[in-house]
């Protein structure tokens, strides 16, 4: 499996999806520093909220096969930019989460947004449901 690691907005559910990707009981855990899972690298929130900690996520990065990018459908807010994707030199995906809260519209917004980010893939995910994540994981198989 490829080493992945999860960068999005505090909440967007980066730890929850951790935890049903390696097939751990799902519990709300807040994460407070950047913690290797099995294969996932599970990064806090506000390493993407705040700027001060961008060399962190780059430096870590390093250990990864591919970098998530994962976006809360149902959040107004988005914090990747334009071409964030550039900043890695190693694939970077996107994850559209929380979809069996979401509308159609705030999904396809989701996607879009990614897509302008520079990810060259979307999976759209809800770690309650399981939906997209067979997909994902068939992804980070090989
Ligand atoms: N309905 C629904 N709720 C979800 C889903 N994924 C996560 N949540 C809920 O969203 C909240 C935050 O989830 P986390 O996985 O802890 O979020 P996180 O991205 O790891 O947050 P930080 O550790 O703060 O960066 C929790 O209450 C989860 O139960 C989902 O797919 N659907
Ligand atoms: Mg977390």
Redesign the pocket.
């Known amino acids: 499996m490829k080493k992945f690691m999860l960068i999005?907005?505090?909440?967007?559910?980066?730890?929850?999806?951790c935890q049903r990707l390696n097939g751990y009981d799902?519990g709300?855990?807040?994460?407070q520093a950047i913690e290797v899972i099995d294969n996932t690298i599970?990064?806090?929130?506000?390493y993407l909220e705040n700027r001060n900690f961008y060399k962190a996520i780059v430096v870590t990065a390093v250990e990864a096969d591919v970098i998530a990018f994962?976006q809360d459908a149902t959040d107004e807010r988005f914090r990747f930019s334009p071409q964030h994707a550039t900043l890695f030199s190693i694939p970077v995906i996107g994850i559209v989460?929380?979809?069996?809260?979401a509308t159609e519209e705030q999904i396809s917004q989701a996607l879009e947004l990614l897509e302008l980010a520079g990810v060259e893939k979307v999976f759209v995910?809800?770690?309650?449901t399981g939906q997209g994540c067979d997909e994902l994981k068939e992804y980070l198989s090989d």
Do not use: F, M, N, R
Request: proline share 3%; with cysteine.
């Open positions: 999005g907005s505090s909440t967007c559910g980066k730890t929850t999806l799902i709300y855990k807040k994460t599970d990064t806090p929130g506000e994962v989460s929380k979809a069996d809260l995910t809800s770690a309650y």
